[in-house]
């Protein structure tokens, strides 16, 4: 009778621990929460994304319903270098048209009603991501970590290549090591969000690696 107790007991525990390592480690449906790094250089001078008019309220951060464009991934703080990526599959796409930008391979626009063409003069302009050029990176998956420039001036790519450490900053890894204000840190796991948390976003920052 002992021994069939026990080994009832041993047997719910089991199913108790697979059911809790599994919800714990099961990825949550499209929501995930990470930061990246960018800037924006135009003449030489970096663009003022500090101000008010490109930050969102860190209560949008946790939506699960009537989830906006901004939602999903966006700046706050005022601090206009560090991404907020809240929703699997955000693109630099969906950042800058959510800061009421648009760029492509050879324009860049920004939301003073310019239209800078690459060519023009002196002035070219380049995108650099994670320290190599790119073509275009609009519709390229924003990942943790990530350091985005773009730069719209006068030099050679190779000049400008190598200022990208200096010009960009590489700040996403502290704050992916640290947690936001509660309002903006992604929470599905209920009363087990202290233990499921850091155990989720330790899985999203160095599952890939």
């Excluded at 560090?82 to 796409?93: D, E, F, R």
């Excluded at 648009?102 to 002035?123: K, V």
């Excluded at 990530?146 to 450490?165: A, F, T």
Aim: aromatic share 10%; hydrophobic share 40%.
């Amino acid at each position: 009778m002992k021994k069939n107790i026990l080994r009832s007991i041993g047997f719910v525990s089991t199913i108790a621990l697979t059911v809790l390592v599994t919800y714990i480690l099961l990825p949550r449906p499209l929501q995930v929460h990470y930061h990246a790094n960018m800037a924006v250089y135009i003449d030489g001078k970096a663009w003022d994304f500090s101000k008010s008019i490109y930050m969102e309220e860190v209560s949008r951060c946790n939506v699960t319903t009537d989830v906006r464009p901004e939602d999903r991934i966006h700046l706050h703080d005022n601090d206009g270098n560090l991404v907020h990526v809240h929703v699997a599959a955000s693109t630099w796409g969906d950042l800058f048209s959510n800061l009421g930008w648009t760029f492509g391979i050879t324009h860049l626009d920004p939301d003073d009603g310019r239209i800078l063409i690459s060519g023009t003069g002196w002035e070219n302009l380049y995108y650099f991501l994670n320290g190599s050029p790119e073509i275009n990176p609009w519709n390229m998956e924003v990942k943790s970590e990530d350091r985005l420039l773009i730069w719209y001036g006068s030099g050679s790519s190779e000049e400008v290549q190598k200022k990208v450490n200096a010009l960009v900053p590489a700040t996403a890894h502290e704050f992916n090591s640290k947690a936001d204000p509660a309002s903006c840190s992604t929470n599905n796991y209920g009363f087990l969000s202290s233990v499921a948390e850091p155990i989720h976003e330790w899985i999203e920052h160095h599952g890939a690696e």
